[in-house]
């Protein structure tokens, strides 16, 4: 190899070259080192591995949580409860019955009719076939079929942060589904792992929003960078906030933005001005779009979800106020219809009820 390709392939590695002798013969073996700036490569493997350890400890510490899950979801295991009651004296001979109520409550459950046909004709064809032989064994099939496509299809439940830092995360939503909140439950529980976590108060539109956000970032101990003047725009408030965080170290910078209809376009544009602002900023930015939606909209959160994902490409979702919907089951269909993972659900009011998602708790919490 000449000494070009070993100085470049040792620059990539951001390892020393190792000795190589001369081609001149002769001449003692020389060692050649190259020093790589600290400041070029601040974003080492090492802080991969601090924002994957982030992401576990955050989902672990969840599981260990499971009663706030169980509790949020009341409302749609009641509505659930009456399959129960249609399996305790399950036999063949009513098998017609029982799968028609069975579709109802998945149904008036926000399963929405795809997934749910799906889940039914799956449990008559194992019935028909003997593999079912019980109502509880229908019971389990049920959970194990919705337990499989949450996992088909959302995998990468937890936070997705890079390598580099600071890590950047976007919220995006519709005004009224909790966005602005549900930022500053995230913040407290990232701040509570330990990280430096710097907010910035990009929804220059609602006039309420920054002071709103101003709260949540004395609530939770965080700095944060707000708008200079009535008519900053969003996109420059948050070059602003990233490029603080990227010189005085933060590790995560969390970015609120305008809510906004999906209907509108002039505003939507706006959020593809801050995903490229912040990615002038640092390269990858941001690693997380997420969408907020509000949980007792039921199926309709479907084309909001659309419309966000077509613009700017969301990664991952936060439903909001589920512990006052009993329409739990569009946490299955939103998955489901879109492909897109569901990394929060926010299950009451305390700063604590922001919870990661979890597919077995979840299942366990809907069908008790």
Not at 30 to 50: D, L, M, N, T, Y
Not at 113 to 139: A, C, N, Q, W
Request: overall charge neutral.
């Amino acid at each position: 190899m000449s000494s070009s390709s070993s100085a470049h392939l040792s620059f990539l590695t951001g390892r020393l070259s190792p000795p190589f002798y001369s081609e001149r013969v002769g001449l003692p073996p020389q060692r050649v080192e190259f020093r790589i700036p600290k400041s070029r490569f601040r974003c080492s493997a090492g802080q991969s591995g601090f924002f994957t350890r982030l992401g576990r400890l955050i989902k672990e510490k969840a599981k260990s949580d499971v009663e706030k899950v169980f509790s949020g979801f009341s409302k749609t295991r009641e509505n659930l409860a009456v399959i129960d009651e249609l399996l305790l004296f399950w036999n063949l001979a009513e098998t017609d019955r029982v799968l028609d109520e069975l579709e109802e409550a998945l149904l008036v459950s926000d399963f929405g009719p795809k997934i749910t046909v799906r889940i039914v004709e799956r449990l008559r064809d194992d019935i028909m076939s003997g593999k079912l032989k019980s109502g509880t064994e229908i019971k389990d099939a049920l959970k194990a079929s919705v337990l499989e496509m949450l996992a088909k299809k959302n995998s990468k439940t937890e936070l997705q942060l890079g390598f580099r830092k600071p890590a950047v995360i976007m919220i995006v939503g519709v005004n009224g589904g909790g966005k602005t909140t549900s930022l500053g439950k995230l913040a407290h529980r990232l701040k509570n792992e330990g990280t430096k976590v710097l907010m910035a108060a990009g929804d220059t539109f609602r006039a309420a929003a920054s002071d709103q956000l101003e709260i949540w970032a004395e609530r939770t101990g965080c700095e944060i960078v707000v708008a200079e003047g009535e008519k900053a725009k969003a996109a420059t408030v948050l070059t602003k906030a990233v490029k603080r965080g990227k010189e005085e170290g933060y590790d995560i910078v969390l970015c609120d933005t305008s809510g906004r209809l999906h209907t509108n376009f002039s505003l939507m544009e706006e959020l593809i001005a801050c995903k490229k602002a912040v990615g002038k900023v640092v390269s990858g930015a941001p690693n997380e779009i997420l969408l907020v939606l509000d949980g007792n909209t039921g199926l309709n959160m479907l084309p909001q979800a659309r419309e966000f994902n077509e613009i700017v490409g969301i990664t991952g979702l936060i439903l909001t106020k589920l512990d006052g919907s009993a329409r739990g089951g569009c946490v299955v269909s939103v998955v489901e219809e879109l492909g897109i993972p569901v990394k929060f659900i926010g299950v009451g009011e305390a700063v604590e009820d922001l919870q990661p998602f979890d597919a077995e708790a979840f299942v366990n919490a809907i069908f008790s």
